[in-house]
């Protein structure tokens, strides 16, 4: 996450000095250019790219957990890294938060994956890698847990709690020793709040205008994700007009936006229309993102309801420490509407200001624009929404998720493992084992037999010579091959869980499958065994 921000910043304070958001700083013509430049830049990489590594962003890690196990290829990654940081140095009106979680979601899985662990080990550490993304961007390690429950597993898993808030630690402390304290908003703690009528009047315009916002945010987003199918220099070109355009007679809202926020609450910054910023601010953003711009959309909407929050203040004639305090409430509401991770939006507010004291007043403003654009206007998040404009799945059902959750050791069975001819002691012996299977090779070829199968032929001794019987020096071998009949059996790799073993067995119809536990060892598992232990586990 360090290496991320100084690819993005470096480049940026280089250009427009300690401020590195401070983009209206810069002459018209430097605006303009950054914005063009970066816009055709990414249209260049994106036109070479392949169609598969388009696909960025958190929407992209929620898709991955829900169909492909959590295994998030490294290649859309790097081209995430990259095309974020073109996007921030250039001035567009995107994100680094969202870029940050697929980078730590990758990170998570690749671990998993190396660790060869089950499924419910990839999707710890998957969650750790988002919780400490966030972490490391905001240092907020609470509400990184919150927002990986919230936001990308859409529901609190309590089994994943301790390792996630581990990594949100960690991720804090070393974002906090390498980049130093990120006071992006310069906002002091808040002493003390005085819950007056006033106040709530207040903060019900606030969620008002918050909710205004947000379905203006998500409705521009769904009315421009029909243009999916237009080209990239075509999508990628019209964002970098429109773009141009503003960076001409409005540049505040260029780049993230943290700086713009900043100015206001410390008087160093008068717009002429702070109203006519937010709602261009909001309608940009969601341009941007809506037509395939790879950023994210968390810190701008932050922004976004940091600077309506602002406003209503400035309505009510409130002093310069009710604008604080009405920043935060319009970042928590706005974080919380069209994110609907109302807890993620609550800790990361007491977390930023080290105070309890805007518990009460965000409560409000955050529920409230909860209930109102899921009743009104019947909108979920947006990651949810634009999964179920693909056609895709934001959750798993109970039956999936208790199936990824379980490996194979409880429906697996051990076996013998014996060559295709074996001495007589040696079968004799089988008596006295507990394994019921035994497995044995033919050529390549793995031959399944039960352990009882094997005495009654021996049995047959008793009759007379058998044909499988094999003379090799002075020791006496049974032939398994000719001695009983043996089903054969296909090998495979274990599965990371259940729901992958199951799914071996609905495409392939076979009764059984030897799974590899060593290089040297096997346990079977039956379809039968399995339906068992599901029916089982319904009762």
Request: aromatic share 12%; net charge negative.
């Amino acid at each position: 996450m360090a290496f991320f921000y100084a690819v993005i910043y470096l480049p940026s304070r280089y250009w427009i000095g300690e401020d590195f958001d401070s983009f209206e700083s810069l002459p018209v013509e430097w605006r303009v250019g950054l914005v063009l430049a970066g816009s055709v830049v990414l249209a260049i990489i994106f036109s070479l790219l392949p169609s598969r590594l388009h696909k960025v962003g958190v929407p992209y890690v929620v898709e991955r957990l829900n169909y492909h196990n959590g295994n998030l290829p490294i290649w859309n990654a790097v081209v995430q890294f990259f095309s974020a940081a073109i996007g921030l140095i250039s001035g567009l009106s995107i994100g680094k938060e969202g870029p940050a979680v697929h980078l730590g979601a990758t990170l998570g899985g690749y671990l998993a994956e190396k660790a060869k662990l089950p499924q419910y080990g990839v999707e710890t550490l998957l969650a750790c890698g988002v919780a400490g993304a966030i972490s490391a961007v905001f240092q907020t390690p609470l509400a990184g847990v919150l927002f990986a429950f919230e936001v990308i597993f859409l529901e609190y898993r309590q089994q994943y709690v301790l390792p996630v808030l581990l990594s949100s630690v960690i991720a804090t402390l070393i974002s906090h020793n390498l980049i130093g304290p990120l006071d992006v908003f310069s906002i002091e703690s808040i002493s003390s709040v005085s819950l007056s009528l006033d106040l709530f009047y207040a903060c019900f315009a606030l969620v008002a205008f918050i909710v205004f916002l947000s379905a203006l945010f998500l409705h521009t987003q769904k009315s421009l994700w029909r243009l999916s199918g237009l080209s990239v220099w075509a999508r990628f070109l019209f964002v970098a007009l429109v773009t141009s355009v503003l960076a001409i007679y409005l540049p505040e809202v260029l780049g993230s936006g943290y700086l713009s926020l900043t100015r206001l609450l410390s008087g160093d910054l008068i717009v002429y229309s702070l109203f006519l910023l937010i709602i261009v601010k909001t309608v940009l953003t969601a341009f941007t993102i809506g037509l395939g711009i790879p950023g994210g959309m968390i810190g701008p909407t932050f922004i976004i309801g940091g600077l309506a929050g602002i406003q209503v203040a400035l309505i009510f004639d409130n002093n310069e420490a009710d604008m604080v305090l009405f920043a935060l409430l319009g970042m928590a509401a706005m974080m919380a509407a069209c994110f609907q991770a109302p807890l993620t939006a609550l800790v990361a507010i007491i977390e930023m200001t080290h105070s309890s004291s805007v518990i009460v007043p965000a409560l409000f403003v955050v529920v409230l624009a909860c209930l109102l654009m899921r009743v009104f206007f019947h909108q979920e998040s947006v990651f949810v929404e634009r999964l179920s404009y693909m056609g895709m799945s934001s959750t798993v059902s109970p039956f999936q998720r208790y199936l990824r959750h379980h490996t194979v050791k409880p429906v697996a069975e051990d076996v013998l493992f014996l060559p295709q001819y074996v001495p007589i002691e040696q079968v004799k012996d089988l008596a006295s084992s507990m394994i019921d299977y035994v497995v044995f090779k033919i050529g390549n070829e793995h031959h399944l037999v039960r352990r009882v199968a094997i005495l009654d032929a021996l049995s047959k001794l008793d009759q007379g010579p058998q044909l499988w019987l094999a003379a090799e020096g002075d020791s006496v071998k049974m032939d398994l091959s000719l001695a009983l009949e043996s089903t054969f059996v296909p090998v495979i790799d274990e599965p990371s869980s259940l729901e992958q073993m199951l799914g071996w067995f609905q495409k392939h119809g076979l009764p059984e499958v030897l799974v590899t536990v060593t290089a040297s060892s096997f346990s079977l598992v039956s379809r039968n065994r399995l339906d068992q232990f599901l029916l089982k586990s319904d009762q």
